[in-house]
Each structure stands twice: as structure tokens, then as C-alpha cells.
């Protein structure tokens, strides 16, 4: 690990600002020190990250912008992962901006223009889920929209896990602004169609499944009293469970994490996008 981390460091002191090279070695080092810090757990290894980046991007020489982007939205990543080892709230306003940033370089690679706009969405929605602000609110409803818009250029499993998020958040909303007050609930219905999408993905994990299922036998319950359908989302769920446990590297082990609630929330990793814990 050490000698990879001092390889990429040389690389990149030894790389030409024109060279083409410059922001996937940026970005490689990025990664390799956020790995470093999953195992040792020092706050000094994603201030290094952060620093490499900001280094590489306030190089005299302007970056293309796809380079530009990536690395935007790799600095912006960063900050989210010093965000949940401290808790400062500033730093998911920091990774907001990373992920403007990386949006207004003009680049229009979807595999680069793509994920700083999901991460936004993200960032924004989790900002919300403790704050809890109608401003942030407002915030998360402009991204999301702009994000939707985007889908259609995703991958499968990029639209998948953003779908997981939306469905997330559609029931945030549902738990903080309907659940009390009478008449139509927009957000619950959303959720529970976002949901059965879900769990109609074959393709998706069974822990995903089977959590979407829970989900829509509560709002089914909760919104209409409907026992039955309610019935119905809990037993395919305790369907998908021997899939689950065997998916494993034991029963036993797998049956407990799939018992787990942390291990069904909203955000699902994605390679291109930063990985919520």
C-alpha cells in the first residue's frame, strides 16, 4: 500500500500538466489514500487526498474539462468521507460545491457529467434527512429533478441505485411532511411505485429487494389500512430471504446481516459516486 500511495505521488509530481494522464493518476492516489484511511482510520489521509487534489486543480495550466469534472467530483468525495468521520455539517456544503463545480466545467462524457450530478442530489438529500430545512428542500426537489432528466443516459445500475435513493427520500418526505396531514400523499404514492421497481429488478440484491417490500407494506398499511396488500409485500419478502442467506459466505452470518436495518439504507454504492457507510 505504502509503495503504491509513494508511486502515484511520483507520478504525479513527474507528470506535465498537459499530460493526458494527469487526472486518472490524480485520482488513483485519491483512492489509494481513502483505502489507507478505511484501514487506519487517520483523518491525515483524506486531508492528503483532498490536498492532491486541490493541488492538481489550481495548477496554472487548465484542465480539460473532463478531467476537470472527474477530479471535481473526486475532491467532492473526499469531503463526504471527512464529513461522516467528523460529523461537521460544513462539509457536505463544501462537497455541494466540489459537485457544482465539476457540473459547470461543460463537459457532456456522461461517465464524468453523470456522477457529480447524482452526487449533489445526494449530498443535498442527506443534508435534508438531518436538518430537515424546507430550504434544503427545495434544494434537493431542483437536483433530483435535474438528475431525472439524466436517466435515460445512465446505466442500469447506476439508474438503479439513484432509484433507490429517490424511494429513500420519497418516504423521508412521507415520515416528515404527510404522514400527519389529510387528503392525497404524493410522496408515499411515489415511494411505494418506486419501490415495486425495486423489487421487480431480478438484478438487484435480495437485501434490496426484500427491504423495498418492507417499505411498501408499511406505506400500504400506514396510507390505507390495506392488511391484505400489506400481507402480500411481507411475504415476498420472507420469500427472497433463502436467496439472501445464501448469497453469503455462511447462513448464519448473512442471515443475521440481512436482519440488519443499516444494511438496507437508500444509498447504494456505486462505483462512480461516492459510497454512503
Not at 499530460?19 to 490524480?26: D, G, W, Y
Not at 400481507?231 to 420472507?238: C, E, G, Y
Not at 444494511?263 to 454504492?269: E, R
Request: aromatic residues 10%; glycine residues 4%; charged residues 20%.
Amino acid at each position: 500500500m505504502y509503495c503504491n500511495i509513494s508511486g502515484y505521488k511520483e507520478c504525479i509530481n513527474a507528470t506535465s500538466p498537459l499530460e493526458v494522464r494527469l487526472a486518472s493518476c490524480t485520482g488513483s492516489l485519491s483512492w489509494a489514500l481513502q483505502f489507507r484511511f478505511d484501514i487506519m482510520k487517520d483523518d491525515r489521509e483524506l486531508k492528503a487526498a483532498q490536498q492532491c487534489i486541490d493541488g492538481v486543480l489550481n495548477r496554472p495550466v487548465p484542465l480539460p474539462a473532463k478531467d476537470e469534472a472527474f477530479l471535481q467530483n473526486r475532491l467532492g468525495v473526499m469531503y463526504i468521507r471527512s464529513f461522516f468521520a467528523s460529523n461537521n455539517m460544513d462539509l457536505l456544503d463544501t462537497a455541494t460545491t466540489c459537485f457544482c463545480k465539476a457540473i459547470n466545467t461543460g463537459c457532456t462524457m456522461p461517465e464524468q457529467s453523470n456522477p457529480p450530478v447524482v452526487n449533489m442530489a445526494r449530498t443535498l438529500m442527506h443534508k435534508f434527512e438531518i436538518i430537515k430545512s424546507n430550504k434544503d428542500l427545495f434544494a434537493v426537489t431542483s437536483a433530483s429533478h435535474e438528475v431525472m432528466g439524466l436517466l435515460q443516459n445512465f446505466s442500469h445500475w447506476d439508474r438503479r441505485g439513484f432509484i433507490n435513493s429517490i424511494s429513500h427520500f420519497c418516504t423521508l418526505l412521507y415520515d416528515t411532511k404527510e404522514k400527519d396531514i389529510l387528503g392525497e400523499k404524493p410522496f408515499s404514492k411515489m415511494a411505494i411505485k418506486l419501490y415495486s421497481i425495486i423489487c421487480g429488478d431480478l438484478a438487484d440484491t435480495p437485501r434490496t429487494r426484500i427491504y423495498a417490500a418492507m417499505q411498501i407494506a408499511c406505506l400500504q398499511y400506514e396510507m390505507h389500512q390495506d392488511a391484505p396488500a400489506s400481507r402480500d409485500s411481507l411475504v415476498s419478502a420472507i420469500q427472497l430471504l433463502p436467496e439472501a442467506i445464501l448469497m453469503g459466505p455462511n447462513q448464519g452470518d448473512h442471515l443475521r446481516r440481512t436482519a440488519l436495518p443499516g444494511d438496507f439504507h437508500g444509498f447504494q454504492v456505486m462505483p462512480s459516486h461516492f459510497h454512503w457507510p
